[in-house]
C-alpha cells in the first residue's frame, strides 16, 4: 500500500487539497501493522505522523459510511488527524493547532470547533487508557533571568541552521532511495542497520524517548556529539527509505541534543544557565524549523 509510507501527512494534506483519494480501510490497516512493525523493530521514527494519518483515515471511513458530503468529509479528515495528534502526543491544544496552522495554513471556525471537539474526546479517551502524565517526564525547574535572553535568539539561529541542513538530508536521502527499484531492498536498508545498532549501539533505537531524559542532566559533550550524528543519519536512513513512522519524535530528540549541547558550550564559557530551559527550548525550535509551524512547536 504506497499510501502509507512516511509519516502520512503530505497524504493527508494532499487528501485535504484534493490531489489524491485513498481507500481510508485499506491504508488504515496497512498504516496500523506497518507503524507497530517499524518502529517496534527499532527504526528511527516516531508514532505521531502514523496516528495522524490513522486518524484522519478514521475520519474519511466514517464519513463514507455515514454518507457525506465532499466538504464534510474534508472536516472529518481534519477532526481525525487533530484527534490522532492529540491522543499520541496526549496535548489536544497541539491538536488543534496543527489542525489549523500545517494542515489548512488558514484560521476558520468550523474548523477551529470541530479540530477542538475531536481532539479533547482523543485526549479524554487517551488520558483513560493511559493515565494522567506528561508524554516527557522533565520540567523546567527555574526561569531563564531577562539579561540572558540573548542565549534563547543564538540558539534559535543554530536550530534554524540545523532544520534547514535536516530538511536538505531527508530530501537527499529520498532522491537516493528513489535510485534502488526494489521497494523491498529499500525497507531491508534500515532494519538491517537497526539489527547492527542494536548490537553496537543501542541508545539510538526506536524514537528515542529515552535520550531526551538522558540529555536533559549533565552530559559529556563527545557522547552528545556521538548522539548527535548517530541519530542524524539513522533517522535519515529509516524516513528516507519511505518506512511508515513519522518524524516527530526523532526531530525533538535532536532538538534536546542541540540544546543540552549549546547549555553545555555556554557553561563551559562561564555562562551560568539552567539544562532543562534549553532542552525544552532546543525540542521547540527544531520543531519550528523542520515542520515549520512555530505556534504548535511551542504549545
Not at 144 to 160: E, K, Q, T
Amino acid at each position: 500500500e504506497p499510501y502509507i509510507s512516511g509519516s502520512g501527512i503530505p497524504q493527508v494534506k494532499g487528501e485535504i487539497l484534493g490531489g489524491l483519494s485513498q481507500k481510508w480501510w485499506r491504508v488504515l490497516t496497512a498504516k496500523f501493522a506497518g507503524g507497530l512493525l517499524t518502529i517496534g523493530a527499532g527504526l528511527s521514527l516516531g508514532r505521531e505522523g502514523p496516528s495522524i494519518q490513522i486518524g484522519a483515515m478514521a475520519g474519511k471511513g466514517i464519513s463514507q459510511l455515514l454518507h457525506r458530503g465532499q466538504t464534510e468529509e474534508k472536516m472529518l479528515l481534519t477532526c481525525g488527524a487533530s484527534a490522532g495528534l492529540s491522543a499520541a502526543f496526549n496535548a489536544p491544544f497541539a491538536g488543534i493547532l496543527f489542525s489549523l496552522e500545517e494542515l489548512h495554513k488558514t484560521f476558520s471556525t468550523d474548523i477551529l470547533l470541530s479540530a477542538t471537539s475531536a481532539s479533547i474526546t482523543a485526549g479524554f479517551v487517551s488520558r483513560c487508557v493511559f493515565g494522567l502524565k506528561p508524554v516527557f517526564n522533565f520540567t523546567a525547574t527555574q526561569m531563564l533571568p531577562l539579561h540572558n535572553y540573548w542565549m534563547v535568539l543564538v540558539l534559535g539561529v543554530i536550530l534554524g541552521l540545523v532544520g534547514a541542513l535536516y530538511n536538505f538530508c531527508i530530501k537527499k536521502s529520498q532522491y537516493l532511495y528513489d535510485k534502488i527499484r526494489s521497494p523491498f531492498i529499500r525497507l531491508a536498508i534500515p532494519f538491517l542497520l537497526a539489527g547492527i545498532l542494536l548490537i553496537v549501539y543501542p541508545m539510538v533505537l526506536g524514537g528515542g524517548h529515552n535520550l531526551i531524559g538522558l540529555v536533559s542532566q549533565d552530559t559529556l559533550l563527545q557522547t552528545l556529539l556521538l548522539l548527535f550524528i548517530i541519530k542524524f543519519i539513522f533517522s535519515m536512513i529509516s524516513f528516507g527509505s519511505g518506512a511508515p513512522g513519522g518524524i516527530f519524535l526523532p526531530l525533538l530528540v535532536l532538538g534536546a541534543i542541540c540544546g543540552s549541547f549549546f547549555s553545555q558550550i555556554l557553561t563551559l564559557c562561564g555562562v551560568a544557565n539552567p539544562l532543562q530551559n534549553f532542552v525544552i527550548l532546543g525540542m521547540a525550535g527544531l520543531f519550528a524549523a523542520i515542520v515549520r509551524a512555530p505556534v504548535t512547536g511551542v504549545i
